[in-house]
């Protein structure tokens, strides 16, 4: 049968009758040959636990260690060594950075045209758990409240941001506004009723006072520094997009050239230490030499 062939110590001759197979005769496989050999070379040497072999292990590590110390120690002392090239790199990063930078703080005109003095006529402030803030501009309504998903869960711990649920600004953009910027104008007008409408509500939260009769030209004043439009609290979208690119770019300056610093002091301190990397080097290999162990 062909699992006695395999697995059996006989075998079936071809006239049926089991013949003995001489275990004696088998072929070592290689790998186990080769495993053999090595643990009866082990048994004639001294343990694993031996304080010599254990004392010899450690030497031979630190040597290693030692020597790949004083590798990276000459690489760093050699004119091009991947620190300086690193530093080059940095540096051209942190000139990039600079022109940037340099761009970034023009000031550029901002989108601007003149709006009519409309007068907007506050409505009603509700200060329930849904705020609501109703004013009119001209005769287009606009009413804010708190996100009715905020407002439902009840007991707010912060005040929520207002959604408009009702008016139009395209309404507001006079008729000789260019054609270029009515659409600019258009989003300026969605962000300053916004801000108007939350500092209504918090005003009214706080005891404080409501503006006397605002109009429409404050909430699109223009930009003593870019000339662009200014929302109700005097906030120039235009110079604050530019100020936080600056911001952005002057954070990105500041960490290249950390980076470049960290990178210098790395390569004199791996530099400062190769002699000393020296030194330790042929200590253990004096503590090798004594232990019987030569090193090429």
Known sequence: MVWRKLFGGTTESDSGKPET???SRRAIPPHLAQAI????GEGNRQSPGDPVQRKLAALRRQRQAILFDIEQGELADTPDNPWTSRITLLGEAMQTVTDDLAIASR???GPFHPVPATRIAIEAIDEGNMATVAFTVGSERFVYADDPDWAERGHQIARTELVRQSGSVDTL????TPTNLRAALGEHY???LFVFATNLRDRSLDGEPLPESPTLTDLARPCPVCGGWMDWRGTCQTCARRNAEAMALKREEVRLLDERAREAEDR??????????RTRLRNV???LARLGETVE
Do not use: K, T, Y
């Open 107 to 109: 000031v550029a005109l």
């Open 37 to 40: 050999e090595r643990r009866s």
């Open 190 to 192: 969605s962000n300053s």
């Open 285 to 287: 290999e004096a503590d």
């Open 21 to 23: 197979v001489d275990e």
């Open 268 to 277: 004199a301190r791996i530099v400062e230490g190769l002699s000393l990397a």
């Open 173 to 176: 953009i006079p008729s000789d």
